[in-house]
């Protein structure tokens, strides 16, 4: 894209743009670099102005569609308008990428969509394209939409699967031990690859994919068992993983000195093709973005945590003909910068839970610290809080009861998944432990320990 071309586009014809230079520079004269342009980020542009500001004013008259921003936040939360434009675009590549990821243009599918709806536009959106292409009879092709019920969409999955060649699941990636686990031994299920993942919302490692794939009965190395693009409410697609980038990724997760040598970890990033239709800059480890929608984003930070990465970056380094298959320009991403808690695909921002617990009733003794971690011992993901008390305190069910309650008023989505996801699971996904803050270790801080 070209990005200077946006950018007077941009200062033309979006007042919010110019009112943002004008707070952040003095002037709304641009500087001579577009590297001393401000970021934007939600809090300073998307939260800090009126729609009708932020947007092109022509293009307000052409929406057909208001959705939220993935979060639900209360307080926080952007209600994005979408143009037919936007749909468009966004469902032809759908169609394209399952064509190319899952043959659906050659075999018989079942795609089973299991993410939250209601506002939030990921879940709906998805979910929209596909009921289309299916409408369209190009293909075999049928969509359930059980949701976030996931006893539900087992037993759709039982009950139909028969009539198809392969069954896609899209979902959360930690939603699917769940599913594994409510699927139990249904060796017709966990055998021959006919279950596959098309995942959305959250960073997973390769070792997951792989168990994924040994539990569902393909091979360990097949590539489109669990697969996932990257990109946001706010900008829209970023990027998505191909054959090329999830070998490299695979060859990576075997060789991991040469990961720690490329990423400086020896867990290997997430690796996907950048798209075209954005500009990307890495500034203090963050990606920032910028591209042209209808919000159209100039140096937007997304604060994931990432970097990019040339094909002629690994030459050498990886055999010839992986190499020769990958694309000219990749995106790496290590998940989410933000200090959050991922439930399920649902940020639990660590500020505001320190926050909730600070305006407990003295009379609880909260200590002032906190620690969570997650477990992940039989498959499924529970999080356990550890909260440091002084003497006198109430009960850890008091305040396990309390913390539910404030993420479920705080978070729609949250509240949601939860609700939905607690009747389908084997034990508490949400667990309160109580130690005397006498005993916290010294230096621990508040954060997500993994």
Not at 74 to 100: L, S
Not at 151 to 171: N, P, S
Request: charged letters at 20%.
């Amino acid at each position: 894209m070209d990005r200077n071309e946006l950018l007077n586009d941009v200062l033309l014809n979006v007042k919010a743009y110019r009112r943002l230079l004008e707070k952040e520079n003095g002037s709304s004269e641009l500087p001579e670099r577009f590297e001393d342009l401000p970021l934007l980020t939600k809090q300073n542009y998307l939260l800090e102005y009126p729609m009708e500001e932020l947007c092109r004013r022509e293009d307000l008259g052409h929406i057909h569609l208001i959705g939220s921003s993935s979060g639900f936040s209360k307080t926080g939360a952007v209600y994005w308008p979408k143009r037919p434009c936007d749909e468009a675009g966004y469902m032809q590549a759908i169609e394209q990428m399952f064509i190319d990821t899952a043959s659906i243009d050659k075999k018989k599918t079942l795609i089973v969509e299991c993410l939250a709806f209601g506002l939030w536009i990921g879940g709906m959106q998805i979910a929209s394209a596909i009921r289309n292409i299916a409408l369209s009879g190009r293909y075999s092709l049928t969509i359930a939409t059980p949701g976030l019920d996931l006893k539900a969409a087992v037993e759709i999955i039982r009950a139909y699967h028969h009539l198809y060649e392969q069954v896609l699941v899209i979902t959360n990636p930690s939603n699917i031990p769940l599913i594994t686990a409510l699927i139990g031994d249904d060796a017709t299920l966990r055998s021959g690859g006919k279950v596959s993942f098309p995942v959305v919302g959250e960073y997973f490692t390769e070792t997951f994919r792989e168990q994924t794939a040994r539990t569902f009965g393909h091979r360990e190395d097949a590539p489109f068992v669990v697969w996932t693009g990257y990109g946001s409410a706010d900008t829209g697609d970023l990027g998505v993983e191909t054959a090329s980038t999830i070998a490299l990724r695979k060859y990576l997760h075997r060789h991991p000195q040469l990961s720690e040598r490329l990423f400086g970890t020896a867990s290997a990033p997430m690796i996907l093709a950048a798209s075209s239709a954005a500009y990307f800059e890495i500034i203090d480890g963050n990606i920032v973005v910028t591209k042209n929608q209808f919000i159209p984003l100039v140096r937007y930070n997304t604060k994931d945590a990432g970097g990019l990465l040339k094909r002629s970056d690994v030459q050498g380094f990886v055999p010839e003909e992986l190499c020769n298959a990958l694309p000219e320009s990749m995106i790496y991403v290590f998940g989410r910068a933000d200090n959050a808690v991922i439930f399920y695909g649902t940020n639990l921002i660590i500020n505001n839970i320190q926050e909730h617990l600070l305006s407990l009733p003295a009379a609880m003794g909260y200590g002032g610290l906190f620690t969570v971690r997650e477990d992940n011992s039989d498959g499924i993901s529970s999080f356990d809080f550890n909260i440091y008390v002084a003497p006198e305190h109430s009960s850890a069910e008091t305040f396990l009861s309390g913390l539910l309650d404030y993420l479920c008023r705080s978070s729609a989505e949250f509240n949601i998944k939860y609700q939905n996801l607690s009747k389908s699971a084997p034990r508490p996904l949400i667990t309160v432990r109580l130690t005397p803050v006498s005993e916290a270790p010294v230096g621990t801080k508040h954060r997500f320990i993994v």
